[in-house]
Structures are given as structure tokens and as C-alpha cells.
């Protein structure tokens, strides 16, 4: 069995417990990325220092969920002294309610190439209807988005997850939203959280999902979120997947770090060192 027909079967869902670890030895990742919002502890005190701190750990991409009272045209001054790039950033589903194409011009100012809502409210995904509704709003926000140069994304937590009617939240979002212009930022640590497979989405849905978020967690039931490696989620398996997925940019992220900074490091030390 070569490479090739290895990941597609993880992608069917049958990943053999007896294959070894070395036959993903050939691969790592480039860039590695990290959410800001990991950080915004530090951010709050200094914009400068943090990211500083976060260059000299090695990272070369971070995603913003806010500016801390920085211009967009500052962040981007910011990043170029530090070696470092935004391919995206979060902004709430409000924004895109409101003044979303000014939003669109200060993202392509600051760098920025995908905009993601990160949260749904709960009257916008009670019922089918509700979930329906809020995949129109994304169809036009992609397409406001995609007017002003930039890429339009979803991400997930966990209660994506759960049943509405008999359905699957994501299922209906995916589905009814379209796949070319809206494209999904999957949180791994919330989406095996809400019991679904990442890999079955890659399966079902190609190419749907160039942005990840990096978060690991304990075994279930609990899952307590943890730093990247010292949880129990394989992501070298994950990874492996990239291609089907069409992930581009991988963020770690902890929403709740005792260290943050202590944090930012253990996880990009883990998987700079991680092959698969």
C-alpha cells in the first residue's frame, strides 16, 4: 500500500491501528500559525512586545480577532518588521450585518486574504430555517467578499455537531451554502468535542477547508483543552489528509492558557518537531 491509498483510506474512515508512525516520516509543516486570541492577554498590554515574542518563537503566520486599537495599515508594518504575515482574521456575524465592505477594505490593508466568522448566535441556528438563513447570509457575504479581493469562512465549535430536526447543524451549512465561495476554518479540538470525524468531512467535502485551528484536548468524555501535543488528538493523521482537505494555514490555538506564553511554545515546538 503506497502513501496515496493510505490517506484515501483514512479518508473512508478506516485508519488500521497496526500501520507505523514512520510511514508518514517524509512529511512536515511548512509555515506554522497561531491564533491571537491565544495571546490577547499580551496583546492588551503590548501589541509590539507579543508579537515580537511570537516571531522569536519561530511562528510565521498569526490570525487576528481584533486589533488592539492598532490601524489596519500599523498591523501590517507590524508583521513585515516581524517576518511575519495574517492570511486571516476573525470579525463577528454583526460586521457582515453592518459595514462589511468597510471591514473588506481593512482586511486588504492589514494583509489579510480570508475573513471568518467565528461563533454563531443562537437565534441564527435554533432550527433548520435559522441555519438556512444564516447560509444566505454567508452566500452573499462570500460574495461581498470576493468583490474586494478576499476569501469568506466559517469556523466551527462544537455545537455544530449536535441534531436540529434531525439533521446535522454543519451538515446543513455545508450543504447549503456554496462550496466555492464559502469556505470552513475547522477547529479540531471542537469538531472531534462535538463527535464528528474531520476525516469524513474531507471525504464528503474536498478542497472545503484551507484553514485549521491546531487545539488539542484529554480523551473523552471531558476533552479538557490542552497545549498542541499534550492532549490525545493525532494530528500527524490529520495532516496527512491536507491535500484532500485543502488546508493551507494551520493556527494554534488555547482559549484559555494558565501560561499563554508558555503555552505559544510548547505547542509550536511540538509540532515543528512532528512528522508524519
Do not use: C
Amino acid at each position: 500500500m503506497n502513501r496515496r491509498s493510505f490517506v484515501t483510506m483514512i479518508g473512508a474512515g478506516s485508519l488500521a491501528p497496526h500501520v507505523p508512525r514512520d510511514f508518514f516520516a517524509a512529511a512536515k509543516l511548512g509555515k506554522i500559525g497561531l491564533q491571537l486570541y491565544t495571546v490577547r492577554t499580551l496583546m492588551q498590554q503590548s501589541v509590539e512586545r507579543t508579537l515580537a515574542m511570537i516571531a522569536a518563537i519561530g511562528y510565521k503566520e498569526v490570525e487576528f480577532a481584533g486589533y488592539f486599537g492598532r490601524p489596519p495599515r500599523s498591523i501590517k508594518q507590524l508583521l513585515k518588521r516581524n517576518g511575519m504575515s495574517s492570511p486571516a482574521a476573525h470579525v463577528g456575524i454583526d460586521v457582515i450585518r453592518g459595514m462589511f465592505n468597510r471591514t473588506i477594505d481593512e482586511a486588504a490593508e492589514a494583509g489579510h486574504k480570508w475573513l471568518v466568522v467565528p461563533w454563531l448566535p443562537e437565534a441564527d441556528r435554533n432550527s433548520i430555517d435559522a441555519i438556512k438563513r444564516t447560509a444566505d447570509l454567508f452566500n452573499r457575504a462570500a460574495d461581498d467578499a470576493d468583490r474586494g479581493g478576499m476569501r469568506f469562512a466559517y469556523h466551527n465549535h462544537d455545537f455544530e455537531f449536535k441534531e436540529i430536526e434531525g439533521r446535522r447543524m454543519y451538515d446543513v451549512l455545508l450543504e447549503s451554502t456554496d462550496a466555492k465561495r464559502v469556505q470552513m476554518e475547522m477547529d479540531l479540538y471542537w469538531i472531534i468535542k462535538g463527535g464528528g470525524d474531520p476525516a469524513a468531512y474531507f471525504a464528503r467535502y474536498p478542497g472545503r477547508f484551507p484553514l485549521f485551528h491546531v487545539k488539542d484536548g484529554g480523551p473523552a468524555p471531558g476533552r479538557v483543552m490542552s497545549d498542541v501535543g499534550k492532549g490525545s488528538i493525532d494530528f500527524g493523521a490529520i495532516f496527512a489528509m491536507s491535500k484532500m482537505s485543502g488546508a493551507k494555514h494551520y493556527f494554534v490555538e488555547h482559549d484559555s492558557p494558565a501560561d499563554p506564553a508558555a503555552s505559544v511554545k510548547a505547542s509550536y515546538e511540538h509540532l515543528r518537531a512532528l512528522r508524519y
